[in-house]
């Protein structure tokens, strides 16, 4: 499967989600997958909450050991949108937005199930 494939998979698949996308830890996009109606700049979120993304690594590192402490997750909620962000490896994240009432349980699910898939695809 495509990483485009991949997304699709899981943004068709979980009602509330708008878009996704597999980010390079310095914020550029490896590919991105929207929905038609989907009003959420993916590129502009990767861009601003690669430092915080950076931070929280740094966080779980410093309290559990590099080894043991690495960012899994992280899930943000805005007053417009809820965000997961799921680390693939140690150079890639995936970023998923959903509406406020979107089921971020069944995204994590999802993303969960095709994160060996998407490590092969690296």
């Known amino acids: 499967m495509t990483f485009r494939e991949i997304l699709a998979s899981v943004i068709d698949s979980t009602p509330g989600a ?10 550029i996009a490896l590919d991105e997958y929207r929905k038609p109606d989907a009003q959420v700049d ?16 740094k966080v779980a590192g410093a309290l559990y050991g590099e080894e043991e402490g690495g960012l899994e997750e992280l899930m943000l909620e805005t007053a417009g949108h809820q965000l997961l962000f799921r680390q693939i490896d140690d150079e890639y994240f995936l970023v998923i937005a959903l509406r406020q009432d979107g089921m971020l349980g069944k995204a994590r699910y999802l993303v969960r199930n095709v994160l060996h898939s998407l ?4």
């Open 119 to 122: 490590q092969e695809e690296l």
């Open 18 to 27: 708008l878009a996704g996308a597999i980010m390079c830890a310095d914020g």
């Open 42 to 57: 993916l590129k502009a979120v990767t861009v601003e909450f690669q430092r915080v993304l950076e931070q929280a690594r």
